[in-house]
């Protein structure tokens, strides 16, 4: 049942955090399969790092809908994602310049060291937008309270 309430503007920023999220990590998932099935032999491991970041994305907006608050331990969840695919751009630094016999990639090292730092920030950004989320009152709770302890 979606409710049509007044959202507070915390928990509402965070929902559209995460359906930008989701959408973005839809497309280098999606990116990633194709550059795996166009690879002579690997697996483009945005397949499994972008996935993570899908289902955490999922998750919160899961829980807003519900109209529940992301504890600690879920929180932690979605940073650890965001995480694993920065960890993923790192690995592809690496890749970029060792990997590659007698030839360095500096395009896509440069690609990798911008999204690694890029998913980081976005972790930490997150991370600050569940707290104030978390610590936020809907419009609701606040009505709710006035009429419990009759403030009206």
């Given at each position: 049942m979606?409710?049509f309430?007044?959202?507070?503007?915390?928990?509402?920023?965070?929902?559209?955090?995460?359906?930008?999220?989701?959408?973005?990590?839809?497309?280098?998932?999606?990116?990633?399969?194709?550059?795996t099935?166009?690879?002579?032999?690997?697996?483009?491991?945005?397949?499994?790092?972008?996935?993570t970041?899908?289902?955490?994305?999922?998750?919160?907006?899961?829980?807003?809908r519900?109209?529940?608050?992301?504890?600690?331990?879920?929180?932690s969840?979605?940073?650890?994602?965001?995480?694993?695919?920065?960890?993923?751009?790192?690995?592809?630094?690496?890749?970029?310049?060792?990997?590659?016999?007698?030839?360095?990639?500096?395009?896509?090292?440069?690609?990798?060291?911008?999204?690694?730092?890029?998913?980081?920030?976005?972790?930490?950004?997150?991370?600050?937008?569940?707290?104030?989320?978390?610590?936020?009152?809907?419009?609701?709770?606040?009505?709710?309270?006035?009429?419990?302890?009759?403030?009206?």
């Amino acid at each position: 049942m979606i409710s049509f309430e007044p959202k507070n503007e915390h928990v509402e920023s965070l929902r559209l955090l995460a359906i930008a999220i989701l959408s973005v990590s839809t497309f280098f998932w999606m990116w990633a399969i194709y550059n795996t099935y166009t690879m002579e032999k690997g697996l483009d491991l945005g397949i499994i790092s972008f996935l993570t970041s899908m289902l955490s994305s999922l998750y919160i907006i899961y829980v807003i809908r519900k109209g529940n608050k992301i504890g600690i331990f879920g929180q932690s969840i979605v940073l650890v994602t965001h995480l694993i695919v920065a960890a993923n751009y790192a690995f592809g630094i690496f890749f970029a310049l060792k990997v590659v016999k007698d030839k360095i990639l500096a395009q896509f090292a440069a690609y990798c060291v911008t999204f690694t730092f890029l998913w980081i920030g976005l972790g930490c950004y997150t991370w600050k937008s569940i707290t104030k989320s978390m610590t936020a009152t809907s419009v609701r709770d606040e009505e709710e309270m006035e009429t419990l302890y009759n403030f009206t």
